[in-house]
């Protein structure tokens, strides 16, 4: 009877384990092959077929639909140059270099993939709407006050995170170069 309690016991214990160990990969990310490069962090594999089982339950729970390899990459900062949390207090400073694509999108969401409901009902900038200098460089504020330029709105959240789409860019057919690849740089502006 002993026997048979120790082994129920050890049966419900790494159940219990096991689950919680789940359920903290499938928080916190797309699973293995994070690739990253300064605040960003990419999963490159997340929409092929090679995906991993962890990337696959984050996927099935959210009902998100990942790009392909073929049709581009997705990146997440959740911090900025310094590695500190996001904070929507703040105003932020993203500007070149973006690596090469066809066309690109930056968009303020909620951790979870939300988008942030703002005042001027704008969610996103893409490349095909950004104001450049002579030179062909750009900045992009990101801040709850409207800013003169390239503005892209966070209304009132208590928590947000960047997501750039690169697409049609040659980083998707050579996954081993975006860790050394020049991201946009995110720098802390001033706080409220």
Same mark, same amino acid.
């Given at each position: 009877? /002993? ?6 016991? @050890?049966? /419900? ?12 990969? #499938?928080?916190?990310? !797309? ?6 490069s300064g ?14 089982? !962890?990337?696959?339950?984050? /996927?099935?729970?959210?009902?998100? #639909?990942?790009?392909?390899? @073929? ?5 997440? @900062? ?22 090469? @694509?066809? !066309? ?5 969401m909620t951790?979870?993939?939300?988008? /942030? ?9 893409? *490349?095909?709407?950004? #104001? ?39 980083? *998707?057919?050579?996954?081993? *170069? ?15």
């Open positions: 009877m /002993i026997t048979f309690a120790k082994t129920l016991l @050890a049966a /419900i214990v790494g159940v219990a384990l096991g689950l919680t160990a789940t359920w903290l990969a #499938v928080e916190r990310g !797309y699973g293995f092959g994070a690739v990253s605040p960003w962090t990419g999963w490159p594999k997340t929409g092929s077929r090679e995906a991993d089982p !962890y990337a696959r339950a984050v /996927i099935a729970r959210s009902g998100e #639909v990942p790009l392909g390899l @073929a049709e581009g990459l997705s990146f997440m @900062a959740r911090t900025d140059d310094t590695g500190a949390l996001l904070d929507p207090a703040c105003d932020y400073v993203l500007s070149d270099p973006i690596p090469p @694509a066809r !066309y690109w999108t930056i968009t303020a951790p979870h993939g939300a988008l /942030i409901d703002n005042a001027a009902g704008h969610f996103g900038l893409t *490349s095909a709407e950004i #104001v450049r200098d002579m030179r062909g460089k750009f900045e992009i504020t990101v801040s709850r006050q409207a800013r003169a330029g390239n503005w892209l709105p966070l209304g009132d959240t208590s928590e947000f995170v960047l997501v750039l789409r690169l697409y049609d860019t040659p980083l *998707s057919s050579a996954s081993s *170069s975006i860790g050394i690849t020049p991201m946009p740089q995110l720098k802390r502006g001033r706080c409220a």
